[in-house]
């Protein structure tokens, strides 16, 4: 009986070490486990981790004015400004300006000779081909130069999907240094949706980053506002190193810094002016008009009459006192009442005229 009880007590004595063995070796084996999910964890994230002691390189310029640093090498900006307000031609005067042969710091631009990737998805090809003209002329090059630095998309056949991937390829083809998408909003088939706009910016990001470029945005501002349109605009202007803001004053286009990661630029404003020797240079020469830089407008002019720019950028330049009234109306978001006063204070200040069939015309 007692040799029965010593083999029981023995068994149980086995049984009780070997589970104590067995969660001992559950515990080593989850500690590996554990393990070797943190490092598996932290080879992903280690390629984000920043840490102060990092010796980074200094920001790469592309585009410089004097001593403020507008682009950069592995950033986005944009290029924001209403309808009709110089936005193309200020791209132009930057482009032209950073190639020009005799650096000669037109717009106070830093020569930088790199490769340029203009993508343009709203003209037709023949307007297209004037940008390329102006570019020439302002690099003090002849009219139909062709430098194989500046190499021209023209998209706006294509659908978004695929305007999208021929950008994509020509980045990773040309590997510019200056990417400007002139009609950033039509690689998207909606700007006002969400999650359309974050993936196309992110994209951009992406592409910057990867090929060491500056990828230069241009898009519309929402009517009577200084916001960039929908919520590609709104994504942009959060993501950019550089907002750019372009508004008409008059005859002339006033450029400004609106958001800036770096020290912002100073205001500067431009006119577009006629080539001086435009027949001698050729026939595709004469209507041209090129981007100069002129001094910056009065602060009286800069506060330019609502009726007068409406007028003339919604307008053509000329309507019915009536459809100019209902048109300030609804952009200003005002009464009709105010609007009716509006309209004709703009007439008595000579800055708007009627005749006597009730039209009004830019004075």
Not at 58 to 74: T, W, Y
Not at 104 to 133: A, M, P
Not at 177 to 195: A, F
Not at 213 to 229: E, F, Q, W, Y
Request: overall charge negative; hydrophobic content about 35%; proline content about 4%.
């Amino acid at each position: 009986m007692t040799q029965e009880l010593d083999l029981t007590m023995q068994r149980a004595e086995e049984e009780a070490f070997l589970e104590l063995q067995q969660e001992a070796d559950n515990f080593i084996i989850q500690k590996q486990l554990e393990e070797m999910h943190r490092e598996e964890l932290r080879q992903k994230i280690e390629p984000y981790i920043l840490r102060a002691d990092q010796q980074l390189p200094p920001l790469r310029p592309v585009v410089k004015r004097g001593e403020a640093l507008i682009c950069s090498e592995g950033n986005i900006s944009a290029v924001v400004g209403e309808a009709k307000s110089k936005k193309t031609f200020l791209c132009t005067a930057i482009v032209g300006s950073m190639l020009e042969f005799q650096n000669t710091r037109q717009f106070g631009i830093e020569h930088r000779f790199c490769r340029v990737l203009w993508v343009d998805t709203e003209q037709s090809r023949e307007h297209i081909q004037k940008v390329l003209f102006r570019i020439n002329l302002l690099s003090r090059l002849p009219l139909n130069s062709s430098l194989p630095h500046i190499l021209m998309q023209t998209l706006r056949e294509e659908s978004p999907k695929d305007r999208m991937q021929v950008v994509r390829y020509a980045i990773e083809y040309h590997k510019p240094k200056l990417v400007v998408i002139d009609g950033v909003s039509d690689l998207l088939t909606n700007t006002n949706n969400l999650e359309e706009s974050e993936a196309l910016v992110s994209e951009l990001l992406t592409l910057s980053t990867i090929y060491s470029c500056h990828i230069m945005c241009v898009l519309h501002t929402n009517p009577n506002s200084d916001k960039a349109r929908g919520h590609l605009g709104s994504t942009l202007m959060r993501k950019a190193e550089t907002v750019i803001f372009v508004h008409r004053v008059g005859e002339m286009s006033l450029v400004e810094p609106q958001y800036c990661r770096n020290m912002p630029f100073e205001r500067f404003a431009f006119r577009v002016e006629e080539v001086l020797d435009a027949e001698e240079r050729g026939e595709q020469c004469v209507g041209l008009g090129v981007p100069v830089e002129c001094d910056m407008p009065s602060q009286s002019e800069e506060r330019e009459d609502d009726c007068l720019r409406i007028l003339r950028d919604e307008l053509g330049g000329a309507a019915e006192r009536k459809l100019l009234t209902t048109k300030v109306e609804q952009m200003l978001g005002i009464t009709a009442s105010n609007s009716r006063v509006k309209v004709h204070r703009a007439i008595d200040k000579g800055l708007i005229k009627q005749d006597r069939n009730g039209v009004v015309t830019v004075a």
